[in-house]
């Protein structure tokens, strides 16, 4: 454990924006993130140059939204300029083929998906898939081929109702059986928001442990896409990290994907299942065919490092490895970058011991900004540093 | 004008004299001004007496009718191409095949009325006042498009025409909502509340049936029932098909939605029935498209090429208003074809203003989240690049 950190809670400013280079250009021609290196690479340099001035590591919280984008800059946007589309991008990184289950084989977002939902209703004959277009494989393509190898009684489509189809879904967990709803894409969820909240979250509390829909499962497609506008683009996990009794789950790849959507399925708790729709094709990975678990709760340290903590989920992940490798490679910061995986519980430790080795956190997700769930993680955080200062002065003393 | 000028040329090129009364080609100035045609009779739900069952129509507004179908099937075809060329991002969904529905519905109520529909909206757009010129280049997401650009395919205004709706069936309680605003300000003005095969198994629309009937507000419920909700077909979806009845204790009728005159009387009867505080009725326009459900659905999967085909055919509104105006002598067809060409004309032009207006700028990102003065600074995807 290194000294004693001295909690200062300032957050502070870092002065005048950086002058950022004008560029723009499309994905594929400017794959270098600029702007955002830029902006990533003056906050480093500061956060080091704070350091190497022998202050105290500060706790800075500094949240970025969004993925990262190559903006005009607006007084020079020429004509010529305003005709290109600025674009964010995101380089997909797959993970190393997993050897302990067994043998792989090569598959997608979706395939990873379908594999996952094929072995739940293999296992248990009382799983059913349902949700609107989910029979003929749904606008994804997450269910192919399943109404056909289980019959129409157990892959089936529902009307245009999104809160019937999570009321519904609990009244079939709560029989028992496992119910996998489909919600065709998470900004449609919200009909079905007062179901989630008061009802599935609260059924087994309410009952006192008599009833449960531990065995309900929602997936929706969420976040960004790039043509989405507002309601194909939407990432509600904050709404939903507010409601005690569901566990909110969002995976950043195929292989992380059936791990985890297999341990949702099993997971005696309503879950909900967030699938970043622009990886649905874009990643890539050797996913096992065989079922395993990925538990729940517990975040991932995906790369080790010593000077900021990087924290982020879904697509926003491979970003951040990104960020990390050029942060490493242009100014000799060495990041540790974690997948928070799970939003509802949250791996607190994780994050927290991190953060403790690092002095500096940095969380960066696709929704809003204000209330967003980095200001849940870097509050909380900000409150075990001081509790675990208090209490080190005290051993000190 | 231009007929006589036309009879005078083809007189003087046949050399001979002819009673007017024997031409048929251009130079026949013997339009009728009117006729009378034969509508099928509406399905009746809860109703003593409907519809009339003929219509008379005149010549000015049979070609007013043909116009404007014509324009939205033009149009709808330009968004295709534009969107096929890249120009059009994001989504798109196409109302080609169901002109008859926006134009018999605008030729029914006045335009003080109001209007609200779901995202297949570029139709009742067009017929509520919006400019070709400005629905495309709000497709297009330019300066010069109805909401500036930053609304797109599903998000188009104008004066009581209040949009375009994405998610599905939200659009129905703001309906009848609208219709609470006309009853209270006791203006006599009916509020047309749109949505599709699909939406009608959305609680919300249920909870807008209810409110409006209780409170007997002057809300039309429109059901167009394309027969595929996405690519589903009604059957696969809902209970009872009979979107009509669907209302339960509102009265409801079933109007064919391609035959724009059918649709006109319709809405009139409707418009009067609420207009005279009797509360909510529902109607419901039996329809198609010929597109599929938005430019990334080929439309063929859940449907046959020789389905669409044969509606084509059998039941185009525009070919079905063009043979009943050739016909009983309102125009002729070379007029038609006229008019054809210059709707060709219009929407080239304004699909051209399109392609080359600028987009809106960059500093304009971040207007009208709130509605606010001063502005306030909002934070972007980048930390240091703030939008007022």
Redesign the interface.
């Known amino acids: 454990m290194g000294p004693p950190l001295r909690l200062n809670q300032c957050r502070s400013r870092l002065g005048a924006?950086?002058s950022?280079p004008a560029v723009c250009g499309r994905v594929a021609r400017n794959p270098g993130l600029q702007?955002?290196m830029a902006?990533f690479a003056a906050?480093a340099g500061r956060l080091l140059g704070l350091r190497a001035a022998g202050t105290e590591g500060r706790l800075l919280r500094?949240r970025?939204?969004?993925?990262?984008?190559a903006?005009?800059q607006?007084a020079s946007?020429t004509?010529d300029a305003?005709?290109r589309r600025q674009v964010?991008h995101f380089t997909f990184q797959p993970d190393p083929e997993p050897q302990e289950y067994g043998q792989t084989q090569k598959m997608n977002l979706f395939q990873a998906i379908t594999s996952a939902l094929d072995n739940s209703l293999a296992k248990d004959p009382t799983a059913v898939i349902f949700g609107?277009?989910v029979a003929?494989g749904g606008v994804f393509r997450c269910t192919v081929g399943l109404r056909d190898k289980y019959g129409k009684d157990r892959v089936f489509?529902t009307?245009?109702?999104e809160?019937?189809i999570v009321g519904f879904g609990i009244g079939i967990a709560v029989t028992g059986a496992t119910a996998i709803a489909e919600i065709q894409f998470a900004?449609?969820i919200f009909?079905a928001f007062d179901q989630i909240v008061n009802e599935a979250a609260k059924y087994r509390y309410r009952s006192g442990d008599l009833f449960n829909c531990g065995s309900l499962t929602i997936r929706a497609p969420w976040g960004c896409v790039g043509?989405?506008?507002?309601?194909?683009s939407q990432s509600p996990e904050a709404f939903f990290a507010h409601c005690p009794g569901i566990k909110v789950v969002v995976p950043r790849s195929p292989f992380q994907a059936k791990g985890l959507l297999l341990s949702c399925i099993e997971d005696k708790n309503p879950c909900i299942f967030f699938e970043p729709k622009i990886l649905y094709r874009a990643a890539v990975e050797q996913v096992p065919v065989e079922p395993y678990h990925i538990p729940l709760s517990q975040a991932e340290v995906i790369q080790e490092g010593s000077d900021v903590t990087l924290v982020a989920w879904g697509t926003q992940v491979h970003v951040m490895r990104e960020v990390a490798s050029m942060a490493q490679e242009k100014l000799g910061v060495s990041c540790e970058v974690i997948d928070l995986k799970t939003i509802l519980p949250w791996d607190m430790d994780t994050v927290c011991k991190s953060v403790i080795k690092t002095g500096r956190l940095l969380i960066s997700h696709e929704a809003p900004?204000t209330g967003g769930f980095a200001s849940e993680i870097s509050s909380t955080v900000q409150l075990y540093k001081r509790l675990l200062s208090f209490f080190l002065k005290s051993f000190w003393m | 004008m231009r007929k006589m000028l036309a009879a005078a040329v083809s007189r003087v090129l046949s050399g001979v004299t002819q009673k007017p009364t024997s031409r048929v080609l251009v130079a026949s100035c013997n339009y009728s001004n009117d006729a009378m045609f034969a509508i099928k009779k509406c399905d009746l739900y809860r109703l003593e007496e409907g519809p009339p069952v003929t219509t008379v129509l005149t010549r000015e507004d049979g070609l007013k009718y043909y116009r404007m179908m014509q324009t939205v099937r033009r149009m709808e075809l330009k968004a295709d191409q534009l969107y096929k060329q890249k120009f059009i991002r994001g989504f798109c969904h196409l109302c080609d095949g169901q002109e008859a529905c926006s134009v018999g519905l605008e030729a029914g109520i006045n335009p003080t009325d109001h209007v609200i529909t779901s995202y297949r909206a570029h139709g009742l757009c067009y017929t509520r006042g919006l400019s070709v010129r400005s629905i495309l280049a709000e497709l297009t997401g330019r300066r010069g498009g109805c909401a500036k650009g930053k609304g797109g395919s599903m998000h188009m205004y104008v004066k009581n025409f209040y949009g375009g709706n994405g998610i599905v069936g939200a659009q129905g309680p703001l309906g009848a909502g609208i219709a609470l605003a006309c009853k209270y300000k006791g203006n006599k003005e009916v509020c047309l509340t749109l949505y599709g095969d699909g939406a009608a198994n959305q609680g919300q629309i249920a909870e807008a049936h209810n409110m409006a009937a209780l409170w007997k507000l002057p809300c039309v419920f429109i059901c167009e029932n394309n027969l595929y909700g996405m690519g589903t077909p009604v059957e696969r979806a809902s209970a009872s098909t009979d979107y009509y009845k669907r209302g339960n204790f509102i009265p409801g009728l079933r109007v064919d939605g391609m035959d724009v005159l059918g649709v006109r009387e319709a809405t009139k009867f409707v418009a009067d029935y609420c207009r005279s505080g009797k509360g909510p009725i529902v109607m419901e326009l039996q329809t198609y498209r010929y597109h599929g459900h938005s430019m990334s659905d080929p439309g063929i999967s859940y449907r046959t090429r020789e389905e669409v085909q044969n509606v084509r055919k059998k039941s185009d509104p525009i070919m079905l208003l063009k043979d009943r105006m050739v016909n009983s002598e309102l125009a002729t067809v070379e007029e038609l074809k006229d008019i054809d060409v210059e709707v060709r004309k219009e929407v080239e032009d304004a699909a051209q203003f399109a392609m080359t207006d600028p987009e809106p700028p960059l500093e304009e990102l971040a207007h009208h989240i709130y509605c606010n003065t001063p502005a306030f600074e909002v934070r972007g995807a980048n930390q240091w690049i703030k939008f007022k």
Do not use: K, M
């Open positions: 924006p950086p950022l702007v955002g902006a906050t500094l970025g939204a969004g993925l990262q984008r903006l005009l607006p946007a004509g305003a005709q964010a609107e277009d003929f489509n009307p245009l109702c809160q019937g900004d449609y009909p043509h989405g506008a507002l309601y194909h900004l």
